[in-house]
């Protein structure tokens, strides 16, 4: 079973950049579906990204566009970069890992900050 570790959030003014990641340990990150979920203050946790085995993509329509998830399976890594970042994108951003059907094994990780703000 994966552990998960996620950096890069922060403070960030709007307009700008941020590339998140999530470092997983374990030799079986490839098999996993890798994705991103947000929470807000308030509101429900939500998904952001996801990223399958097979590089298969999905977006949240709010970061369609302005957001890219990609892997690096040899690094046990997975990244979000967040572009043309709004204040609306502020919330705590989680790490999920998804083992697949039948497997019943879906780690999270404890969450990094984004704060979008002027």
């Known amino acids: 079973q994966v552990q998960l570790v996620e950096s890069g959030g922060g403070l960030v003014q709007p307009g700008g950049s941020l590339r998140l990641s999530c470092a997983a340990s374990g030799n079986t990150f490839g098999a996993y579906t890798m994705a991103w979920y947000r929470q807000a203050p308030g509101k429900q946790r939500e998904l952001v990204a996801r990223i399958t085995s097979g590089y298969v993509r999905k977006y949240a329509d709010s970061v369609k566009g302005r957001f890219t998830i990609s892997r690096d399976n040899d690094k046990n890594t997975v990244f979000l970069q967040m572009n043309s970042l709004k204040p609306e994108d502020t919330a705590v951003y989680y790490c999920?890992?998804?083992?697949?059907?039948?497997?019943?094994?879906?780690?999270w990780g404890q969450g990094t900050l984004v704060t979008v703000s002027s």
């Open positions: 999920n890992a998804d083992r697949g059907p039948g497997w019943g094994i879906e780690v």
